[in-house]
């Protein structure tokens, strides 16, 4: 089973952040749903899964051909786990509402514009990031998950795009086309740039 950790704790990371993505559709203030979305992060974060929104920040530290075999794969398991959490939900009684807000959602994202989806996807992650640097490297322990909460609240509440929150939109709402896959790839670019911003820069402070 060793072998198959990595992929397993990407499909679980899937999972929570779908599960966050449950819990901010069913709640309409974007404010309480933003910080009830975060308890994916924490997930995530507490119980040492792979979110390739977190992971990819840390391209430059490991080595690349491997790491890119890594975060594929992180991609993929975290596209099934989202994928079947809102697979889940339809077969319930909440899914025909949650269908119908993923939808909302959805649709302000196919009538973006390609760049704006990118630029929102690069803001995103820098936050993301952020708040995993914080949860790794705060010493002090309220500060680790403020910084942790605060960072999914703030790119939530300002827009940003979440490769992985919207896999499992798109995928609540039933939207599968040629267009929506194309914005979510760059969505994903953007995630993978401004994710390696913050640890990046950190990398400074090593060859000092």
Known sequence: MKKY???????????????????????????????????????????????????????FYEDKKSYT?????????????????????SLTRNGNALEEKALLLVNAKLADSYLSLFVLGILCNIFV??????????????????????????????GFEHSIADIFYFAMAKVISFDALIRLFLIICGNCLGGLLVPTVRLLDRKD
């Not at 596209?79 to 697979?87: I, N």
């Not at 490297?137 to 703030?154: A, R």
Request: aromatic residues 18%; proline residues 1%.
């Open 69 to 89: 075999i890594f975060l594929a794969k992180v991609l993929l398991a975290n596209t099934l786990g989202a994928v079947f959490v809102a697979f889940l939900l």
């Open 129 to 158: 990031v952020f708040g995993v640097e914080q949860y790794k490297n705060n010493p002090h322990q309220v500060g680790k998950y403020l910084g942790l909460i605060f960072g999914v609240m703030v790119f939530i509440i300002s």
């Open 5 to 59: 950790k990595d992929f397993i704790y990407a499909i679980m990371a899937g999972i929570f952040i779908g599960l966050g993505g449950v819990v901010f559709l069913m709640i309409d203030n974007k404010y309480l749903g933003s910080l009830m979305f975060s308890v994916g992060l924490f997930g995530v974060c507490t119980l040492g899964y792979n979110l390739f929104t977190g992971k990819v920040g840390y391209f």
